[in-house]
Structure formats: C-alpha cells, structure tokens
C-alpha cells in the first residue's frame, strides 16, 4: 500500500472530496513544540502502489490541521500554531502562496472544517478556548464562540444541517451548536477527562462519538444523551482522532497515542472488528476517502503517511 516519508512529524491527513487519489498532509517539526511546518499535497499513483508528492508549502509555525474546500478542487485550509488561519490554492506556485492568511486566534488553531452542506463557509477550533465561524469571501471572522473552559481540539459540522455543529475540549464537554443562536444548544459532559475529537455519524445527523485522554469512545445520541449508546473499550492510551465512515453508518475509526489505527462496529457487542499497528509513534491523523469505499489514510509522528485498503495490511507492498 502507498506510503509517504514526511521531513516532520505528521499531524493530520485528509483526503479530497474531489479526486480520488488525491489527499493533504499536515506536519509539524520537532513534535509540533517549537519549528516550521508543512503541508505536503500527494498523488495516488493510478493503478499502483506509489504515492507522490505534487506540491509543498513551507510555514513558520506548526500545521496541526487541514481541510479541502467543498466549493473549489484546488484549495484547503490550514490550522497553524501561530494562531493563524490560511488559506492555500494548489493550483498556484509556493511563491504565490497562501492566498488568504487569518491572525485571530490568541493560541494555536487545533482543527479546521469546511462546512459540507453550504460549501461557502469553515469553523477553526483553537487552544484559545474558542472556535471561530469563517466565510471564504470575507476578511475576518463572523463569529466567535466562546464557552468552553479549556482547549477546544476539534470542532465539526454536522453533515446535513448546515448551521449545526459539535465542539470537543479539554474541559471533558461536548457542546452542540447553531450558529443561529447565542450559545450553545446542548452540554454533555462526555467524558472525566479531556476529550481530544468529535466526528458525527454521516447517515443520523443525530449521532456523534467522541474520543478521550480516557482511552475510550464513546457514541451519543442528542435526543438521548443521559447515557452513551456505546463506549468503546480497546485502545492502551488517549485516543487522538475519530471519524465516521462515510459510507457504512456503523463504522467508526480511531488513532490513538497507543500507535495504532482502530475500526470498530458500534453496533455490536464485540465492537472492535480492526486493528492496524504499523505506526511506530503516536498516530495521531486518520481519514477515510468519500469517493472510494474503504481507502484509508494516517499519519503519526512517525513522518509516516500511509494509505490502504480496509482488511489490508498498511505495509504491504
């Protein structure tokens, strides 16, 4: 399966909504704690197992996150250490890049996601406690919200109503919002320590997970979210990311700082159903492709990338 050496510690990895063998990469030096960054765009060789990298954009500060436009093929976004927001087009030389660069956050930006259903809008999360509502066509922020009482490491948008989404923090909550209205609509306190990652389920609109310092992931319903409808019991340590499939409604998988990739069935009592240790150091950024059922990809702090097929062995040649 195709692997990619990165010169930094890789920090997130998605693929594009657009092409198929295309994916962005976010790195970080020296861990992420002092250095540059980059961003690495990669090719999927056709029909074999090579990867490529098509084009690079050097930062001074950390990448901790990226995101495709769903309004333009060329351009993502990126979530920098410096508190900063930019913006990139690949279809443009480095020189000309980034295009865009937002400085408004007080701390490093943690996440960034586009907005799926409007197609004109992302949410930046940062270490500032805050989360942030930006459109491409407008100089500064909409909105800030401003709730939680500790890092918000991940916020994301539900993927059918397009003024809705979830936040996860550092101070064990789970919030849902509207952007329509003041504050947030619903807290749950999830989890009894820091929650690292929130992703929601792509065929409920009203199911969501959520990942843990505790080892754990846990799956909430809003209309009934006193108890979890799972908690998710397999990893050996903080359980870094987690994503839902975006084409079967049970699947969800994970990365933790345990090394390894994750797949589980939240549906069924043994929930575990795949386990992927190829990393060698904490595994930190996980994606799964729209447009091609099962292709996976991570990154860790291994400089690592790889991308392969689900029941695939990541290494494999």
Not at 81 to 89: F, R
Not at 172 to 177: A, G, N, V, Y
Request: proline share 5%; glycine share 6%.
């Amino acid at each position: 399966m195709p692997m990619f050496k990165a010169p930094f510690n890789g920090y997130s990895v998605k693929f594009s909504p657009f092409y198929e063998s295309r994916l962005a990469v976010a790195t970080a030096q020296n861990f992420g704690i002092l250095g540059n960054g980059r961003i690495h765009v990669l090719e999927l060789s056709p029909g074999g197992p090579g990867v490529t990298e098509s084009i690079a954009f050097d930062t001074a500060d950390a990448v901790y996150d990226v995101c495709w436009s769903e309004s333009h093929d060329s351009v993502l976004i990126a979530a920098i250490g410096d508190g900063s927001v930019k913006i990139y087009d690949t279809a443009l030389p480095p020189p000309s890049n980034p295009i865009r660069s937002f400085q408004e956050h007080a701390r490093e930006v943690h996440s960034v996601d586009y907005n799926p259903t409007r197609r004109d809008s992302f949410l930046t999360a940062s270490w500032d406690d805050t989360m942030k509502l930006w459109a491409m066509d407008r100089p500064a922020s909409i909105r800030t919200f401003k709730e939680h009482a500790y890092c918000v490491y991940q916020a994301v948008w539900n993927p059918k109503h397009g003024d809705i989404f979830a936040s996860a923090s550092g101070d064990c909550t789970l919030r849902i919002w509207d952007v329509r209205e003041p504050g947030s609509t619903m807290i749950i306190p999830a989890h009894d320590f820091e929650i690292l990652s929130c992703d929601w389920n792509k065929y409920d609109d009203c199911v969501l997970a959520t990942s843990s310092v505790d080892k754990t992931i846990k799956v909430w319903d809003v209309r009934s979210y006193r108890a979890p409808l799972a908690v998710l019991n397999g990893h050996g340590y903080a359980v870094r990311k987690v994503k839902f499939s975006p084409h079967r409604r049970n699947l969800i998988a994970s990365c933790s700082y345990d090394m390894t990739v994750c797949l589980w069935d939240y549906m069924v009592e043994d929930a575990l159903v795949g386990r992927y240790d190829h990393h060698t150091e904490f595994a930190v950024g996980i994606d799964m492709s729209v447009l091609v059922e099962g292709l996976m990809a991570s990154t860790g702090w291994d400089e690592l990338v790889y991308v392969w097929q689900q029941g695939m062995d990541p290494r494999a040649s």
